[in-house]
């Protein structure tokens, strides 16, 4: 289950990350519309991404928390 929790606060902080990814602003934007939306927002390959980065990222603090390096069960003893 920690590891569903980790990948999830992971996943939404790189969304964050991938958001501003090629995003262009209209040249006239219409009337009422801010002007700095998007012209394409292309959330769906910033969905993909996010995915892809975040397991990514997800696998490497898997390795590290497998490995030992780091021991978050001390702390709980310690408590």
Same mark, same amino acid.
């Given at each position: 289950?920690? =590891?569903?929790?980790? $990948?999830?606060?992971?996943?939404?902080?790189? /969304?964050?990350?991938?958001?501003?990814? =090629?995003? &262009?602003?209209?040249?006239?934007?219409?009337? =009422?519309?801010?002007? +700095? *939306?998007?012209?394409?927002?292309?959330?769906? &390959? %910033?969905?993909?991404?996010?995915?892809?980065? *975040?397991? /990514?990222?997800?696998?490497?603090? $898997?390795?590290?928390?497998? +490995? =030992?390096?780091? +021991?978050?069960?001390?702390?709980? %003893?310690?408590?």
């Amino acid at each position: 289950m920690t =590891g569903i929790f980790v $990948y999830i606060v992971v996943w939404w902080v790189v /969304l964050f990350a991938v958001l501003p990814w =090629g995003v &262009r602003t209209p040249d006239n934007p219409e009337p =009422g519309m801010a002007s +700095s *939306a998007p012209v394409e927002p292309h959330m769906l &390959r %910033k969905v993909i991404a996010t995915s892809v980065v *975040a397991l /990514l990222v997800w696998l490497v603090i $898997y390795a590290i928390a497998q +490995s =030992g390096l780091v +021991s978050f069960r001390d702390m709980v %003893k310690d408590l």
